[in-house]
């Protein structure tokens, strides 16, 4: 790997230790107190769920709408797994539990539903995700429309700032390889993309599954987080709720995914004291957002190390 | 010389309309061959049957693996595109929200394997992989003269370069035969020139076999070693340059259709 | 043989809601390829449009109706114009999401305006049984079904017969070559809403009537169910969007008298997908294939 590379990749690195010690500073000396905390952890949650999203939407061109569907499963796998098992060990063996179930999930809905188009795939995906929901709410173990509460709590800030890093590795690091440059050859064109040797059934659905999985992930932290989950936290709203976060940013940008993640988290904690103008404020924000700025508030600007370093280096030969 | 491609008695029927009639013909390994005949005389449809994009009706294909001639039919477009066959569009198909080099290296997905694990961990396989991406990249960039372009997205090029990146994109599959959809289409002279040079060096410097559809009767009879001419879905003629140009029906379909050659 | 019948009367009363809902859904997209998410929405304020001028100026069923028809059509129109109109050009996921923002706001809006809760629609259509060979059928029922059918064929009339719905139609194929013959497309699109939203306000004042119960909130789940109808029937077939409705209706009653109706939802997706998979273009839909 060229040093470059390396310096890069010791920055994110480097930041992601720093913004660690930060927020744990000042949770230490008080200034986030369990309100602003509970903030953190849900645009955490949100940033996992977003990202994935964005792969399936923004880099392989596939119009998902179900992604609330596998978050219920890791949501579920969880707050089954640690009733029985309401250990550490329980936590992490339901998060694994949970994103295997969400590959299976994803793979039968994924194979007869990624020959779909546009918006007929996001109505087949939508339709798949509500089914989920209404199989959860009909089963026993789930405990049905009441859902499942006292879930223990494993899933805090720390842990799902970790999960945030590892999760956003992963996606960031797959959009930006072979498998990255192929999901993105066949959604600018798949009959191009066909004919250079890319299975396009098969790129799809990997990128859907990755999506699919870290989404369950995400739905594990929100169980063992939020500690009471039922099935009408993962409906058709919520999957929406993710593809605002997506579209707002900007389709195909993850440092956008991240920005809009954070300015809705921080807009909607300061609109609580709104009571039911909150809503109606949020909705307007977000025609606004979306007449002034069609492509989101980034666009597909994407920050890198690279770039940065590669500018601080040429202004250093510069200046020598 | 060895036989690339054979096509027997291959016919595409849309609905009622036979696009393709009972066509048969054959590539020899390191031809350079044309395709051509009036507007709609089932050219493009003809390059699509044989690309898998849309198969024919009825007829076989085959295609040589090192000893073998192993059968097309029923091989989706990408598995056609594994086996060494590789085209470009009449109207040009770029990823366009991708760089001239990631242009070329989606192309090159069959290419080289990066582990999911090693890629998502940048593991020093991933590493490897990617610095022999690079290198295949660089060295075709440098041979279609795309070096100054290479991280350009390649929606923001110039068309005539944009021709250029969807044959060098071609090339990247590493393939043994390459069809061209009219190359020359909406190029000037000069730009004309360009390409002829750049396909015939394809076929010397590349050593691909070349298959070209085109309209330009001067690039096609510069150009051809055989030339093949199809009319309303059949095969009329077939010949070299000089044979073809001394043809009484190829003169027929061109003049009595109303087209110029 | 009797239950069967009976609830075939009661599917194809619901479906023709639904129906009335995805011709809105259908047209829209027929002609700018957006799923106008704030749909079920306008339905909502046809029901409460409906509620208030029956409530205070005690007009009958048919000026309810009608004025409701009206003001929906405006509604839809201004809409259109202030919020969808600016994103004309813009990627069709930004106009999806300007939609969703339109339906939160019309949703938590009447919310903040008049309360969330839900009231009774008054009753200005005295509900009488018909009871023959065993099936019971309401006058409301027939109400329904009579309205839908008579609004459906004026809306084929209109899109087949009139010199705008000939634009429409023109539009829909091709707004730039409409553009050059001298169509306006702003004209045909805003005509597309208005049109689409009055019978998404008629579907709201008879819904109002046959379950007697309104609130801010209820357009969602039929406006998602509605859009579901038109997918299955072919988004942007006009034909396709009531077929679908109907099927829509009978098979969630059907599957409710059977006695899932816990799975009646999923059954609807079930269906959904499946007839996607099949017929990838819904059930009168056209197929279009990309040219190579």
């Not at chain 2, 090339?171 to 000069?190: H, Y």
């Not at chain 3, 072919?234 to 109907?246: K, M, T």
């Amino acid at each position: 790997m060229t040093k470059k590379k390396l310096q890069a990749i010791a920055c994110w690195l480097a930041v992601m230790i720093v913004g660690f010690v930060l927020i744990n500073a000042l949770v230490y000396v008080g200034v986030i107190d369990a309100f602003i905390e509970n903030m953190l952890v849900t645009i955490g949650i949100n940033i996992i769920l977003a990202t994935g999203l964005n792969l399936i939407i923004g880099f392989s061109g596939q119009f998902s709408l179900g992604h609330a569907g596998f978050m219920a499963v890791g949501a579920y796998a969880t707050g089954i797994i640690l009733q029985a098992m309401p250990t550490t060990v329980g936590f992490f063996v339901s998060i694994v539990v949970g994103i295997a179930i969400a590959i299976v999930v994803a793979i039968i809905i994924g194979i007869p539903t990624l020959r779909l188009s546009g918006d007929y795939l996001a109505i087949a995906t939508m339709g798949a995700a509500e089914i989920i929901r209404v199989v959860i709410n009909n089963m026993k173990v789930t405990n049905g429309a009441a859902g499942l509460f006292n879930i223990p709590q494993f899933a805090t800030w720390p842990v799902v700032y970790i999960f945030v890093c590892l999760t956003t590795a992963v996606i960031v690091n797959f959009a930006h390889s072979r498998a990255g440059r192929a999901i993105q050859a066949i959604r600018d064109d798949e009959i191009a993309a066909e004919a250079v040797g890319i299975n396009p059934t098969k790129w799809k659905l990997a990128a859907f599954v990755l999506g699919a999985s870290t989404a369950a992930v995400a739905g594990s932290l929100h169980a063992s987080y939020i500690q009471t989950i039922a099935p009408t936290d993962f409906g058709i709203m919520n999957s929406i709720a993710m593809l605002i976060i997506v579209v707002l940013g900007g389709v195909g940008s993850m440092t956008g995914t991240f920005f809009a993640a954070v300015v809705l988290g921080v807009l909607d904690t300061v609109l609580q004291s709104f009571g039911t103008l909150r809503m109606v404020i949020y909705a307007v924000a977000l025609i606004v957002i979306m007449v002034f700025k069609p492509t989101g508030l980034l666009g597909r600007y994407e920050f890198s190390f690279a770039r940065v370093l590669d500018r601080f280096r040429k202004k250093k030969e510069d200046a020598a | 010389m060895t036989t690339l491609l054979k096509v027997d008695h291959v016919s595409k029927i849309f609905g009622g309309l036979k696009a393709v009639e009972d066509v048969s013909m054959h590539v020899e390994t390191g031809e350079l061959v044309a395709l051509i005949g009036p507007n709609g005389a089932g050219k493009t449809t003809l390059f699509n049957a044989l690309t898998g994009v849309s198969p024919a009706t009825e007829g076989t294909v085959a295609f040589r693996v090192g000893d073998e001639m192993v059968s097309l039919d029923k091989k989706k477009p990408y598995q056609v595109a594994k086996m060494g066959i590789a085209r470009t569009f009449q109207n040009i198909r770029l990823f366009h929200q991708l760089s001239v080099r990631e242009n070329l290296q989606a192309a090159m997905t069959h290419r080289y394997k990066e582990g999911f694990v090693s890629s998502i961990l940048r593991l020093p396989a991933f590493a490897k992989q990617e610095a022999l991406a690079n290198k295949w990249t660089d060295e075709i960039l440098a041979k279609l003269d795309l070096t100054d372009v290479a991280d350009v997205i390649t929606a923001n090029l110039p068309y005539g370069t944009q021709r250029r990146i969807e044959i060098a994109r071609a090339v990247a599959t590493d393939p043994q035969l390459i069809f061209l959809d009219e190359p020359a289409a909406g190029m000037n002279p000069e730009e004309t020139a360009d390409l002829a040079h750049l396909i015939k060096r394809l076929q010397t410097e590349f050593g691909l076999t070349v298959v070209l559809i085109e309209h330009d009767m001067s690039l096609v009879m510069s150009l051809a070693e055989r030339i093949y001419v199809l009319e309303h879905g059949k095969l009329i003629a077939e010949g070299t340059p000089s044979e073809i140009q001394h043809n009484d029906a190829v003169i027929n379909a061109y003049l009595g259709g109303g087209v110029h050659a | 043989m009797h239950t069967v019948l009976q609830q075939v009367i009661n599917g194809l009363s619901l479906g023709s809601i639904y129906a009335l809902l995805a011709l809105g859904y259908t047209m829209v997209y027929g002609i700018i390829k957006l799923i106008n998410f704030a749909h079920g929405d306008i339905y909502m304020l046809g029901a409460f449009w409906g509620y208030y001028v029956i409530n205070t100026y005690h007009v009958d069923f048919i000026v309810a109706l009608l004025s409701a028809m009206i003001v929906t059509a405006l509604a839809g129109m201004i809409i259109e114009y202030l919020a969808y109109r600016p994103l004309r050009n813009s990627p069709r996921i930004t106009a999806l999401i300007t939609a969703i923002g339109v339906s939160y706001f019309l949703e938590n809006g009447m919310s903040y305006l008049f309360g969330a809760n839900t009231r009774n629609f008054p009753q200005v259509v005295k509900q009488h049984n018909f009871t023959a060979l065993g099936i019971s059928i309401s006058n409301i029922q027939v109400l329904i079904l009579v309205t839908a059918l008579i609004l459906m064929i004026l809306l084929q009339l209109i899109i087949q017969k009139t010199k705008m719905g000939t634009a429409m139609r023109a539009v829909a194929v091709d707004q730039e070559a409409a553009a050059l013959v001298g169509i306006n497309p702003d004209h045909v699109i805003s005509f597309t809403f208005g049109l689409g939203s009055a019978l998404a306000g008629a579907a709201g004042v008879l819904i109002g009537l046959y379950y007697n119960s309104i609130d801010p909130l209820m357009g969602m789940t039929p406006g998602i169910k509605a859009f579901v109808a038109a997918v299955v029937g072919g988004i942007g077939s006009v034909p396709g969007a009531a077929v679908g409705g109907f099927l829509i209706g009978l098979l969630e009653t059907g599957v409710q008298a059977i006695g899932l109706s816990a799975y009646k939802d999923a059954a609807v997706y079930v269906v959904l997908i499946l007839i996607l998979i099949v017929l990838p273009a819904g059930l009168l839909g056209k197929n279009v294939k990309e040219k190579v």
